[in-house]
Structures are given as structure tokens and as C-alpha cells.
């Protein structure tokens, strides 16, 4: 079992719909759980970055954390053409330290 | 968000040659680097950690007399692939930490040995 299982998809919806990407995980210690978008040939750039349980909202992205279901999303709202690229989720025990990633969604958003 | 540079974006080099790989933070100093690897449409696997002045820290399985790091300052860290082989040709990508929370990535390397 992976300690990260990610949905590689891929999933398509249409522009302006409400996209929710989703992790599990198995290790009760993680702490620290981000959100990164890459686009094709890219490095991963930063979207959210959540410590513990909770919730996070940042413009049209929003990060849900449930530690005791071992299970994070982002949400994504009025979704656009832009947006499209692989979602990956990471999570780490320290920070920046070893972080495991998801296998990544590819996400496409249609006009 | 920071900014970490990676250059060069893609190299092609001929089996048995070396290549180096370089990461700069341009608006921080990186505490701490990390170079990861990344098949296609897989993950990616962390391959080592190098903190400033010190040996960098290998992940199970990485060979770390064909993966040389070296972080000499707050704002480099390289990636030597040594005697590179077909089975080498890979994306490469650097990440870096400021005060040891969010890493912030560079662009990427691909690698291809032919």
C-alpha cells in the first residue's frame, strides 16, 4: 500500500464547474499537507499549504484537511481553462522534510 | 511565492559523460535543498536532502557516488549525474526551504542519455 493514493484520473469538466481533488493517506504522523499544480515539462508550484486539521481558502482554491479520516482535498471553484494541468497533494511528518507526493490528477477544464 | 531557478531545463548527453544539474534560490537563502526525481506519469521520489556545508542526506536506494550534491552556499546546490547510462534519463527537479516549512520547486531538468 502506498502511503499516498491519489485518483491519477484523468477527470475533464466543463468551465466555471466546481472541481474537488482529492488524498488518502496512511500515516497518522503526517503533519503537514500542501497542494501543488504542475503543468506539462514544469516543476510543481505551491498552491496551499495547511498544517494539522482544518480548513485553508485562498481565492478560488480551498484545502480541507480531516487528520482523523487520513483524508485531505482542494476544491476548486469557477474553474478555467487555466486551471488545467496535474494536481499533485504532498504531505510530510516535518515541514519542507522528505515530503511524499500523490501520483498526481490530471485536471481538464473545457470551454 | 519564492523563487527557485533550475538550469539547465533539458540536456542531452552521451552515455558514460557526466552532467550537472543547478538549483538557486533567488529571493531567499535555502536553508535546505531536496532533489527529487520523476518518471512520466508517476510521482515524484525524493532522491536526497543537502543542507548548507554539510553531505547531503541519500534516500534508500540512491546511489550517492553516482548522484553527487553539493550545496556550497545558502543559494546553490547542484546535481552531478556521474557515468550517466540510458536508464539515468529522467526529470530532475530541486526544491529549497527557507525556514524549513513550504519547499518551493524549480523548473525541472530533463535529463536524456543516449
Known amino acids: 500500500q502506498k502511503e499516498v493514493e491519489q485518483d491519477p484520473g484523468p477527470l475533464s469538466v466543463p468551465e466555471g464547474a466546481i472541481v474537488s481533488l482529492n488524498c488518502t493517506y496512511s500515516?497518522?504522523?503526517?503533519?503537514?499537507f500542501m497542494w501543488y499544480r504542475q503543468y506539462s515539462r514544469k516543476g510543481p508550484e505551491l498552491l496551499m499549504y495547511?498544517?494539522?486539521?482544518g480548513n485553508k481558502e485562498d481565492g478560488r482554491f480551498t484545502a480541507q484537511v480531516d487528520k482523523s479520516s487520513k483524508y485531505i482535498s482542494l476544491f476548486i471553484r469557477d474553474s478555467q481553462p487555466s486551471d488545467s494541468a496535474t494536481y499533485l497533494c504532498?504531505?510530510?511528518?516535518?515541514?519542507?522534510?522528505?515530503?511524499?507526493f500523490g501520483q498526481g490528477t490530471r485536471l481538464t477544464i473545457n470551454p | 511565492g519564492a523563487v527557485v531557478s533550475q538550469h539547465p531545463s533539458r540536456v542531452i548527453c552521451k552515455s558514460g559523460t557526466s552532467v550537472k544539474i543547478e538549483c538557486r534560490s533567488l529571493d531567499f537563502q535555502a536553508t535546505t535543498m531536496f532533489w527529487y526525481r520523476q518518471f512520466p506519469k508517476q510521482s515524484l521520489m525524493l532522491m536526497a536532502t543537502?543542507?548548507?556545508?554539510?553531505?547531503?542526506?541519500?534516500e534508500q536506494g540512491v546511489e550517492k557516488d553516482k548522484f553527487l550534491i553539493n550545496h556550497a552556499s545558502l543559494t546553490l546546490s547542484t546535481l552531478t549525474v556521474t557515468s550517466a547510462h540510458p536508464e539515468d534519463s529522467s526529470f530532475y527537479i530541486c526544491?529549497?526551504?527557507?525556514?524549513?516549512?513550504?519547499?518551493?520547486f524549480g523548473q525541472g531538468t530533463r535529463l536524456t542519455v543516449v
Open positions: 504532498a504531505m510530510s511528518v516535518q515541514g519542507a522534510q522528505k515530503l511524499v
Open positions: 543537502s543542507n548548507e556545508g554539510s553531505k547531503a542526506t541519500y
Open positions: 495547511t498544517y494539522s486539521s
Open positions: 526544491s529549497a526551504t527557507e525556514r524549513g516549512t513550504e519547499a518551493f
Open positions: 500515516n497518522s504522523a503526517f503533519q503537514y
